[in-house]
């Protein structure tokens, strides 16, 4: 008898057809992406971190040849788009812009979380390597450093005011206090705009505030930045000295990675990875992210950007540790 070659086409088929091998085979190996994909932003339209990941989006649309859709889910302390990105699909269709309240801080700060960091997302991608947050004085009052501001506090104890708002101003300005051992005043504020304002026109001391909020400000000369709560002085802020100099271990920086819903494909998460590691070492992009002062981010494989968070964690378990935080 002749050999006669059966073509792999009917081979394949007639393995699905008895079952052999499952349909779910043939839709990963499709081409990703075929149709948009999603982004879910804790933050509102219009804020420098959705600015940031819509000029990321735009690149990533332009690169894989579909869109990529930003989708601002903001409020509930950043609960909300986290939670909604933690119950998609893991087909490599949705993905979250996470930040360090979301995916870190949110664990001490909130009784309870409708998702779970380590369980319910795989990390995917850095996109800002640092967000200062600054601590801010009246620009007419005597002091350039925290340390000579906390030297007032001291002589003056309960009379040098700070401006807080929720979130992590109050905790840094908490934590301020501990380690200075120092009593300063905290005046709340529901709005940061009003604290700042009210900074500018020496109805408090000084504030902890996102740099961003306040370039104005401080350029006018009616606010003055006296440190940063990096873990190294900001390169934007060269001058100005980090906290950690006078105060070692008190860091608290922003940041934002791109995470996906936990099992997505490796290839997928890979693809993302490499893409966005691209776009953000770009020197136009890197300088409109630097435009919003951040600094971008550099290239993290998804291990690092794992041990990264886990380094957070910890940082933020001595916090609430030291300060007494009380979870809300």
Partial sequence: M????????AWLGA????????AAGLA????????????????GPGSAPDVVVRLVGDRLSKAFGQPFLIDNRPGGEQTIG????????????????GTNDSLVANQFRLKS????????????????????????????????TFPELAAMARVQPGKVTMGITVGLSDIISQWLNKMAGIDMLRVPYKLNTQANQDAAA?????????YQSIVPLVQSGRLRVIAVTGSERYPLLPEVP???????GLIIEGWFFFVAPAGVPADIVQRMNREVDRIVADPEIAQRIRSFHFTPGPAMTPRAIEERIREERGRWRRIAQDIGLQPQ
Avoid: M
């Avoid at 393995?15 to 499952?22: E, H, I, M, R, W």
């Avoid at 986290?82 to 812009?97: E, N």
């Fill in 202 to 210: 020496g109805q408090v001391n000084s504030i902890v505030t996102s």
């Fill in 113 to 144: 979380l409708p998702y779970d960091v380590d369980r319910d997302f795989a990390p995917v991608a850095n996109v800002v390597g640092s967000a200062a947050f600054v601590v801010v004085a009246h620009g007419e009052l005597p002091v350039k």
């Fill in 82 to 97: 986290a939670s909604l990105a933690a119950k998609a699909a893991p087909d490599g269709y949705t993905f979250f812009f």
């Fill in 15 to 22: 393995l699905l057809l008895y079952g052999f091998l499952p």
């Fill in 242 to 248: 980090a906290l950690t100099e006078a105060y070692p």
């Fill in 2 to 9: 002749k050999n006669r070659s059966i073509p792999a086409a």
């Fill in 28 to 43: 990963q190996g499709q081409a990703w992406p075929s149709k948009p994909v999603r982004i879910f932003v804790s933050n």
